[in-house]
Nanobody, 121 residues
């Protein structure tokens, strides 16, 4: 019913920047919150940043001051601007959205397929 498509991952040197995008499509009535999680090899998936429909934001301590999350409600798209990247930021980054669907007006949790971010030292 709802699809999340991520883009923008890749390989970058330490200190560089990348911008991730995630576009939601389908039976969307409203999107309550959108966020980014990441999972490094051998580690659990962790929250990176989240933004609510009211533009409240929350960041993991490890990315505060370096990453910025934003959203374009008209495009149902969330962005993650990542600056001053470090090798420890290397992970698969997943988009997540809490979506109120049009048919039932219930809220469901959706995930993107993930995009690889690799930061070389």
């Amino acid at each position: 019913q709802v699809q999340l498509v991520e883009s923008g991952g890749g390989l970058v040197q330490a200190g560089g920047s990348l911008r991730l995008s995630c576009a939601a499509s389908g039976s969307i009535f409203s999107i309550k919150a959108m966020g980014w999680f990441r999972q490094a090899p051998g580690k659990q998936r962790e929250l990176v940043a989240v933004i609510t429909i009211g533009d409240s934001t929350k960041y993991a301590d490890s990315v505060k001051g370096r990453f910025t999350i934003s959203r374009d409600n008209a495009k149902n798209t969330v962005y993650l601007q990542m600056n001053s990247l470090k090798p420890e930021d290397t992970a698969v980054y997943y988009c997540n959205a809490d979506v109120q669907i049009t048919t039932t007006r219930l809220i469901y949790d959706y995930w993107g397929q993930g995009t690889q971010v690799t930061v070389s030292s």
